[in-house]
Protein backbone atom coordinates (compact mmCIF):
# COMPACT_ATOMS: atom_id res chain seq x y z
CA UNK A 1 0.00 0.00 0.00
CA UNK A 2 1.64 3.46 -0.71
CA UNK A 3 1.67 5.99 1.55
CA UNK A 4 -0.01 9.22 -0.29
CA UNK A 5 -3.12 10.32 0.58
CA UNK A 6 -4.84 12.68 -2.07
CA UNK A 7 -7.68 15.49 -0.51
CA UNK A 8 -9.87 17.45 -1.88
CA UNK A 9 -13.01 19.23 -0.33
CA UNK A 10 -15.29 22.16 -1.84
CA UNK A 11 -16.31 25.64 -0.94
CA UNK A 12 -18.41 24.56 1.70
CA UNK A 13 -16.64 22.06 3.29
CA UNK A 14 -12.83 23.19 2.96
CA UNK A 15 -12.38 24.26 6.60
CA UNK A 16 -13.71 21.21 7.93
CA UNK A 17 -11.03 19.71 6.05
CA UNK A 18 -8.65 22.18 6.93
CA UNK A 19 -9.76 21.33 10.77
CA UNK A 20 -9.74 17.51 10.76
CA UNK A 21 -5.95 17.99 8.92
CA UNK A 22 -4.84 20.35 11.74
CA UNK A 23 -6.39 18.12 14.45
CA UNK A 24 -4.58 14.80 13.17
CA UNK A 25 -1.44 17.04 11.90
CA UNK A 26 1.09 14.37 13.62
CA UNK A 27 -1.11 11.17 11.32
CA UNK A 28 -1.23 13.20 8.46
CA UNK A 29 2.62 13.99 8.91
CA UNK A 30 3.62 10.47 7.84
CA UNK A 31 2.37 10.56 4.72
CA UNK A 32 2.56 12.00 1.46
CA UNK A 33 -0.10 14.28 0.60
CA UNK A 34 -1.32 15.59 -2.78
CA UNK A 35 -4.53 18.07 -2.86
CA UNK A 36 -6.45 20.14 -5.06
CA UNK A 37 -4.98 23.56 -5.53
CA UNK A 38 -7.56 25.73 -3.62
CA UNK A 39 -7.52 22.89 -0.72
CA UNK A 40 -3.60 22.91 -1.12
CA UNK A 41 -3.35 26.52 -0.19
CA UNK A 42 -5.69 26.50 2.84
CA UNK A 43 -3.39 23.43 3.85
CA UNK A 44 -0.17 25.14 3.03
CA UNK A 45 -1.28 28.65 4.99
CA UNK A 46 -2.33 26.77 8.25
CA UNK A 47 -0.06 23.89 8.54
CA UNK A 48 3.62 22.94 8.33
CA UNK A 49 2.63 19.70 6.39
CA UNK A 50 3.94 19.32 2.87
CA UNK A 51 1.31 19.41 0.63
CA UNK A 52 1.95 18.46 -3.84
CA UNK A 53 -0.95 21.24 -5.37
CA UNK A 54 -2.85 19.56 -8.14
CA UNK A 55 -5.62 21.34 -10.76
CA UNK A 56 -8.47 23.28 -8.74
CA UNK A 57 -11.66 21.72 -7.78
CA UNK A 58 -13.93 21.57 -10.46
CA UNK A 59 -11.05 22.24 -12.99
CA UNK A 60 -9.28 19.02 -13.36
CA UNK A 61 -8.05 18.12 -9.61
CA UNK A 62 -10.58 15.39 -9.09
CA UNK A 63 -9.90 14.23 -12.87
CA UNK A 64 -6.12 14.37 -11.86
CA UNK A 65 -6.64 12.28 -8.02
CA UNK A 66 -8.86 9.23 -9.94
CA UNK A 67 -5.31 9.32 -12.34
CA UNK A 68 -3.18 8.62 -9.19
CA UNK A 69 -5.54 6.24 -7.87
CA UNK A 70 -5.74 4.65 -11.07
CA UNK A 71 -2.26 4.37 -11.33
CA UNK A 72 -2.20 2.86 -7.93
CA UNK A 73 -0.55 5.71 -6.53
CA UNK A 74 -2.90 7.02 -3.67
CA UNK A 75 -4.11 4.93 -0.71
CA UNK A 76 -7.24 6.85 1.22
CA UNK A 77 -8.87 9.72 -0.69
CA UNK A 78 -10.75 12.13 1.09
CA UNK A 79 -13.42 13.85 -1.20
CA UNK A 80 -15.60 16.72 0.71
CA UNK A 81 -18.18 17.90 -1.52
CA UNK A 82 -20.94 20.21 -1.69
CA UNK A 83 -24.69 18.57 -2.05
CA UNK A 84 -25.03 20.57 -5.23
CA UNK A 85 -22.16 18.69 -6.90
CA UNK A 86 -22.78 15.00 -5.90
CA UNK A 87 -24.15 14.74 -9.20
CA UNK A 88 -21.01 16.18 -11.48
CA UNK A 89 -19.31 14.14 -13.22
CA UNK A 90 -16.06 14.40 -12.93
CA UNK A 91 -17.27 13.72 -8.98
CA UNK A 92 -18.71 10.47 -9.75
CA UNK A 93 -15.67 9.47 -11.66
CA UNK A 94 -13.72 10.12 -8.95
CA UNK A 95 -15.72 7.69 -7.35
CA UNK A 96 -16.48 5.22 -9.20
CA UNK A 97 -12.17 5.17 -10.17
CA UNK A 98 -12.06 4.31 -6.06
CA UNK A 99 -14.47 1.95 -6.39
CA UNK A 100 -12.93 0.05 -9.11
CA UNK A 101 -9.72 0.26 -7.69
CA UNK A 102 -10.50 -0.78 -3.72
CA UNK A 103 -8.95 2.23 -2.55
CA UNK A 104 -10.96 3.75 0.61
CA UNK A 105 -12.82 7.11 0.09
CA UNK A 106 -14.83 9.04 2.71
CA UNK A 107 -17.59 11.75 0.99
CA UNK A 108 -18.86 13.23 4.35
CA UNK A 109 -16.49 14.32 7.77
CA UNK A 110 -17.38 11.16 9.59
CA UNK A 111 -16.34 8.83 7.13
CA UNK A 112 -13.12 11.14 6.42
CA UNK A 113 -12.69 11.03 10.63
CA UNK A 114 -13.06 6.97 11.03
CA UNK A 115 -10.41 6.52 8.01
CA UNK A 116 -7.93 9.33 9.95
CA UNK A 117 -8.10 7.00 13.23
CA UNK A 118 -7.47 4.03 11.34
CA UNK A 119 -4.29 5.55 9.38
CA UNK A 120 -3.77 6.94 12.99
CA UNK A 121 -3.16 3.10 14.09
CA UNK A 122 -1.61 1.90 10.75
CA UNK A 123 2.63 1.65 10.19
CA UNK A 124 4.00 3.31 7.88
CA UNK A 125 7.74 2.47 6.64
CA UNK A 126 9.84 4.29 4.45
CA UNK A 127 11.80 1.55 1.93
CA UNK A 128 15.43 2.71 1.29
CA UNK A 129 16.09 0.73 -1.98
CA UNK A 130 20.00 0.91 -3.97
CA UNK A 131 19.10 -0.59 -6.87
CA UNK A 132 22.96 -1.16 -7.95
CA UNK A 133 23.68 -3.53 -5.12
CA UNK A 134 24.43 -7.32 -5.23
CA UNK A 135 24.01 -9.64 -8.60
CA UNK A 136 20.50 -10.10 -8.60
CA UNK A 137 17.90 -8.45 -11.07
CA UNK A 138 16.64 -4.86 -8.46
CA UNK A 139 13.41 -4.72 -10.44
CA UNK A 140 12.30 -8.20 -9.93
CA UNK A 141 13.96 -7.88 -5.93
CA UNK A 142 11.80 -4.32 -5.66
CA UNK A 143 8.68 -6.26 -6.82
CA UNK A 144 8.97 -8.97 -4.57
CA UNK A 145 9.51 -6.78 -1.72
CA UNK A 146 6.38 -4.78 -2.40
CA UNK A 147 4.16 -7.79 -3.04
CA UNK A 148 4.88 -8.98 0.66
CA UNK A 149 5.13 -5.96 1.99
CA UNK A 150 2.38 -3.93 0.38
CA UNK A 151 -0.44 -6.07 1.96
CA UNK A 152 0.87 -5.73 5.61
CA UNK A 153 2.48 -1.83 5.73
CA UNK A 154 2.00 1.46 3.85
CA UNK A 155 4.76 1.80 1.86
CA UNK A 156 6.59 4.35 0.78
CA UNK A 157 9.66 3.34 -1.73
CA UNK A 158 12.37 5.11 -2.24
CA UNK A 159 15.35 4.84 -4.41
CA UNK A 160 18.75 6.01 -4.22
CA UNK A 161 20.47 7.36 -7.16
CA UNK A 162 23.95 9.24 -7.77
CA UNK A 163 22.14 12.91 -6.48
CA UNK A 164 20.17 11.61 -3.27
CA UNK A 165 21.96 9.23 -1.35
CA UNK A 166 20.92 6.83 1.55
CA UNK A 167 21.77 9.56 4.14
CA UNK A 168 19.53 12.01 2.81
CA UNK A 169 16.64 9.68 1.89
CA UNK A 170 16.74 8.58 5.76
CA UNK A 171 16.93 12.05 7.15
CA UNK A 172 13.95 12.58 5.02
CA UNK A 173 11.85 9.18 6.43
CA UNK A 174 12.30 10.38 9.67
CA UNK A 175 11.22 14.32 8.84
CA UNK A 176 8.05 12.22 7.51
CA UNK A 177 7.34 10.22 11.15
CA UNK A 178 8.02 7.16 9.44
CA UNK A 179 7.07 4.23 11.71
CA UNK A 180 9.95 2.22 10.24
CA UNK A 181 12.55 2.39 8.02
CA UNK A 182 13.82 -0.49 6.08
CA UNK A 183 17.16 -0.53 3.96
CA UNK A 184 17.53 -2.74 1.22
CA UNK A 185 20.81 -3.07 -0.55
CA UNK A 186 24.96 -4.31 0.84
CA UNK A 187 26.34 -3.27 4.20
CA UNK A 188 26.93 0.26 2.87
CA UNK A 189 23.38 0.62 2.31
CA UNK A 190 22.25 -0.50 5.93
CA UNK A 191 25.13 1.60 7.29
CA UNK A 192 24.13 4.68 6.09
CA UNK A 193 20.54 4.46 7.06
CA UNK A 194 21.13 2.80 10.54
CA UNK A 195 23.74 6.01 11.00
CA UNK A 196 20.83 8.44 10.48
CA UNK A 197 18.49 6.08 12.75
CA UNK A 198 21.11 6.25 15.53
CA UNK A 199 19.42 7.43 19.13
CA UNK A 200 15.90 7.83 17.39
CA UNK A 201 14.38 4.53 18.44
CA UNK A 202 12.81 4.27 14.69
CA UNK A 203 13.08 0.44 13.72
CA UNK A 204 15.18 -0.26 11.04
CA UNK A 205 14.36 -3.12 9.10
CA UNK A 206 17.26 -4.90 6.64
CA UNK A 207 16.49 -6.82 3.89
CA UNK A 208 20.13 -7.70 2.70
CA UNK A 209 20.97 -7.68 -1.02
CA UNK A 210 24.57 -6.76 -1.19
CA UNK A 211 27.84 -9.23 -1.29
CA UNK A 212 28.77 -10.16 1.96
CA UNK A 213 25.93 -8.89 4.12
CA UNK A 214 27.68 -8.70 7.23
CA UNK A 215 25.31 -7.04 9.63
CA UNK A 216 22.37 -9.07 8.78
CA UNK A 217 24.33 -12.29 9.17
CA UNK A 218 25.39 -10.86 12.49
CA UNK A 219 21.78 -10.06 13.40
CA UNK A 220 20.71 -13.83 12.18
CA UNK A 221 18.68 -12.13 9.70
CA UNK A 222 18.44 -14.55 6.52
CA UNK A 223 20.98 -13.88 3.73
CA UNK A 224 20.55 -16.77 1.72
CA UNK A 225 18.61 -19.08 -0.54
CA UNK A 226 15.58 -16.98 -0.15
CA UNK A 227 16.97 -13.55 1.75
CA UNK A 228 14.50 -11.25 0.83
CA UNK A 229 11.38 -13.50 1.73
CA UNK A 230 12.98 -14.30 4.93
CA UNK A 231 13.96 -11.00 5.78
CA UNK A 232 10.77 -9.82 4.82
CA UNK A 233 8.65 -12.53 6.83
CA UNK A 234 11.19 -10.67 10.42
CA UNK A 235 9.91 -7.29 9.55
CA UNK A 236 6.50 -8.63 9.43
CA UNK A 237 6.89 -10.70 12.90
CA UNK A 238 7.57 -6.86 14.59
CA UNK A 239 10.28 -8.06 17.06
CA UNK A 240 12.81 -5.88 18.02
CA UNK A 241 15.99 -5.54 19.65
CA UNK A 242 17.88 -3.00 21.13
CA UNK A 243 21.65 -2.94 19.50
CA UNK A 244 24.84 -1.19 20.28
CA UNK A 245 26.26 1.31 17.15
CA UNK A 246 29.08 3.65 17.26
CA UNK A 247 31.04 6.26 15.46
CA UNK A 248 34.00 6.35 13.53
CA UNK A 249 35.68 9.62 13.11
CA UNK A 250 31.89 10.98 13.24
CA UNK A 251 30.64 8.34 11.04
CA UNK A 252 28.76 5.91 11.83
CA UNK A 253 29.25 2.17 12.24
CA UNK A 254 27.15 -0.27 12.99
CA UNK A 255 29.54 -3.22 11.68
CA UNK A 256 33.64 -2.56 12.40
CA UNK A 257 36.85 -0.59 11.54
CA UNK A 258 39.36 -2.06 10.20
CA UNK A 259 43.19 -0.82 9.61
CA UNK A 260 45.64 -2.02 7.66
CA UNK A 261 45.11 -5.68 6.33
CA UNK A 262 40.74 -5.74 5.81
CA UNK A 263 41.09 -2.00 4.30
CA UNK A 264 44.15 -3.03 1.85
CA UNK A 265 41.41 -6.35 0.83
CA UNK A 266 38.37 -4.13 0.71
CA UNK A 267 40.31 -1.99 -1.56
CA UNK A 268 41.65 -4.52 -3.79
CA UNK A 269 38.15 -5.95 -3.99
CA UNK A 270 36.46 -3.53 -6.95
CA UNK A 271 32.76 -4.00 -7.87
CA UNK A 272 34.06 -5.63 -10.82
CA UNK A 273 35.17 -8.35 -8.89
CA UNK A 274 32.01 -8.66 -6.36
CA UNK A 275 30.12 -8.73 -9.37
CA UNK A 276 31.48 -11.37 -10.87
CA UNK A 277 33.06 -13.57 -7.74
CA UNK A 278 30.48 -11.90 -4.85
CA UNK A 279 31.86 -12.95 -1.51
CA UNK A 280 35.11 -14.95 -3.36
CA UNK A 281 36.43 -11.59 -4.23
CA UNK A 282 37.74 -11.05 -0.65
CA UNK A 283 39.49 -13.84 -0.20
CA UNK A 284 41.06 -13.55 -3.25
CA UNK A 285 41.94 -10.49 -2.19
CA UNK A 286 42.79 -11.14 0.90
CA UNK A 287 45.05 -14.02 -0.74
CA UNK A 288 47.25 -11.25 -2.92
CA UNK A 289 47.27 -8.80 0.09
CA UNK A 290 49.14 -11.04 2.37
CA UNK A 291 51.89 -11.17 0.13
CA UNK A 292 52.71 -7.76 0.69
CA UNK A 293 51.04 -6.62 3.84
CA UNK A 294 53.67 -4.88 6.20
CA UNK A 295 53.44 -4.51 10.01
CA UNK A 296 52.70 -1.09 11.30
CA UNK A 297 53.32 0.47 14.33
CA UNK A 298 50.16 1.72 16.42
CA UNK A 299 49.46 3.16 19.18
CA UNK A 300 45.57 2.72 21.24
CA UNK A 301 44.59 5.97 23.56
CA UNK A 302 42.03 4.18 25.89
CA UNK A 303 40.99 5.04 29.10
CA UNK A 304 43.37 7.45 29.88
CA UNK A 305 46.50 5.26 28.84
CA UNK A 306 48.06 4.60 26.44
CA UNK A 307 49.26 1.18 24.80
CA UNK A 308 51.61 0.48 21.76
CA UNK A 309 51.65 -3.09 19.34
CA UNK A 310 53.42 -3.90 16.16
CA UNK A 311 50.00 -4.85 13.56
CA UNK A 312 49.55 -6.25 10.53
CA UNK A 313 45.91 -5.59 11.01
CA UNK A 314 43.72 -4.49 13.64
CA UNK A 315 39.91 -4.16 13.97
CA UNK A 316 37.49 -2.41 15.93
CA UNK A 317 34.22 -4.56 16.54
CA UNK A 318 30.41 -3.72 16.88
CA UNK A 319 29.10 -6.69 15.32
CA UNK A 320 30.79 -8.92 13.08
CA UNK A 321 29.55 -12.55 11.66
CA UNK A 322 31.66 -14.95 12.08
CA UNK A 323 33.17 -14.65 8.25
CA UNK A 324 34.72 -11.63 9.60
CA UNK A 325 38.09 -13.47 10.64
CA UNK A 326 40.02 -10.47 11.70
CA UNK A 327 37.70 -9.67 14.33
CA UNK A 328 37.24 -12.81 16.21
CA UNK A 329 40.01 -12.37 18.98
CA UNK A 330 37.63 -14.30 21.87
CA UNK A 331 34.89 -15.84 19.57
CA UNK A 332 31.66 -14.21 18.66
CA UNK A 333 31.56 -10.52 18.81
CA UNK A 334 28.67 -9.50 20.92
CA UNK A 335 26.81 -6.65 19.66
CA UNK A 336 24.54 -5.45 22.52
CA UNK A 337 27.18 -5.31 25.30
CA UNK A 338 28.26 -1.42 25.26
CA UNK A 339 31.33 -2.43 24.10
CA UNK A 340 33.75 -1.87 20.94
CA UNK A 341 35.84 -5.60 20.63
CA UNK A 342 38.88 -4.62 19.78
CA UNK A 343 41.76 -7.17 18.07
CA UNK A 344 45.00 -7.09 16.52
CA UNK A 345 46.69 -9.27 14.47
CA UNK A 346 50.48 -9.43 13.39
CA UNK A 347 52.71 -11.62 11.67
CA UNK A 348 56.25 -12.15 10.09
CA UNK A 349 55.57 -14.18 7.48
CA UNK A 350 52.66 -15.43 4.87
CA UNK A 351 52.55 -18.99 6.11
CA UNK A 352 52.58 -17.11 9.65
CA UNK A 353 49.60 -15.10 8.71
CA UNK A 354 47.47 -17.64 7.59
CA UNK A 355 47.90 -19.89 10.31
CA UNK A 356 47.02 -16.74 12.60
CA UNK A 357 43.90 -16.11 10.54
CA UNK A 358 42.78 -19.44 10.31
CA UNK A 359 43.13 -19.64 13.94
CA UNK A 360 40.73 -16.53 14.50
CA UNK A 361 38.14 -18.45 12.17
CA UNK A 362 38.28 -21.27 14.16
CA UNK A 363 37.52 -19.09 17.50
CA UNK A 364 34.28 -17.60 15.59
CA UNK A 365 33.72 -21.33 15.49
CA UNK A 366 34.83 -23.12 18.57
CA UNK A 367 36.57 -21.57 21.01
CA UNK A 368 38.54 -18.75 21.92
CA UNK A 369 41.95 -18.84 20.87
CA UNK A 370 46.07 -18.16 22.69
CA UNK A 371 47.84 -16.95 19.99
CA UNK A 372 50.76 -14.66 20.85
CA UNK A 373 49.87 -12.53 17.43
CA UNK A 374 46.30 -11.98 18.85
CA UNK A 375 45.70 -9.39 21.35
CA UNK A 376 42.43 -8.73 22.35
CA UNK A 377 40.31 -6.05 24.37
CA UNK A 378 37.23 -4.45 25.04
CA UNK A 379 36.63 -0.56 25.02
CA UNK A 380 33.70 1.75 24.97
CA UNK A 381 36.26 4.36 23.09
CA UNK A 382 39.48 4.98 22.06
CA UNK A 383 41.83 6.38 19.62
CA UNK A 384 43.73 4.69 17.03
CA UNK A 385 47.42 6.42 14.97
CA UNK A 386 49.57 3.99 13.00
CA UNK A 387 53.17 4.54 11.81
CA UNK A 388 53.22 4.66 8.94
CA UNK A 389 49.58 6.03 8.19
CA UNK A 390 47.14 2.83 7.60
CA UNK A 391 43.67 2.70 5.46
CA UNK A 392 40.64 2.33 7.44
CA UNK A 393 37.46 0.92 6.21
CA UNK A 394 34.54 1.77 7.75
CA UNK A 395 31.36 -0.58 7.35
CA UNK A 396 32.69 -1.76 4.13
CA UNK A 397 33.68 1.85 2.58
CA UNK A 398 37.42 3.26 2.89
CA UNK A 399 37.16 6.59 4.24
CA UNK A 400 41.01 7.67 4.79
CA UNK A 401 43.71 7.04 6.76
CA UNK A 402 45.04 6.98 10.12
CA UNK A 403 44.28 8.18 13.23
CA UNK A 404 40.55 7.45 13.82
CA UNK A 405 38.68 7.75 17.04
CA UNK A 406 35.88 5.48 17.98
CA UNK A 407 32.92 5.51 20.06
CA UNK A 408 30.22 3.04 21.06
CA UNK A 409 26.89 4.03 21.50
CA UNK A 410 24.96 1.77 23.77
CA UNK A 411 21.54 0.22 22.73
CA UNK A 412 21.41 3.37 20.22
CA UNK A 413 19.77 1.61 17.17
CA UNK A 414 16.79 -0.81 17.13
CA UNK A 415 16.38 -3.53 14.71
CA UNK A 416 13.78 -5.68 13.66
CA UNK A 417 15.22 -9.33 14.46
CA UNK A 418 14.48 -13.33 14.26
Request: proline letters at 5%; aromatic letters at 4%.
Amino acid sequence: MTATLALIAHDRHREDLVNLVRQYQPVFGRYQILAAQQTADRLQATTNLAVRPLLAEGLGGEVQIATEVSLGNVAVVILLMDAALIGNPTVQALIQICTLYNVPIATNLATALNIVESLARSRVAHLIFNPVSGQGNAEQDLALIQRLLDPHLYLEVHQTTEDKCAEELAEKAIAANADMVIASGGDGTVSAVAGQLIGTRIPLGILPRGTANAFASALGIPTTLTPIRGACQVILAGKTRQVDAAFCNGLPMVLLAGIGLEAEVIDRADREAKDRWGALAYLMAGWQQLDEQTLFETEIEMDGRIERFQAGALTIANAAPATSVLAQGVGQVIFDDGLLDVTIASASTKLEALRTVTQLLGSALIRPIENPNVVHFGAKQLKVTATPPQKVVVDGEIIGTTPVEVECIPSGLTVFVP
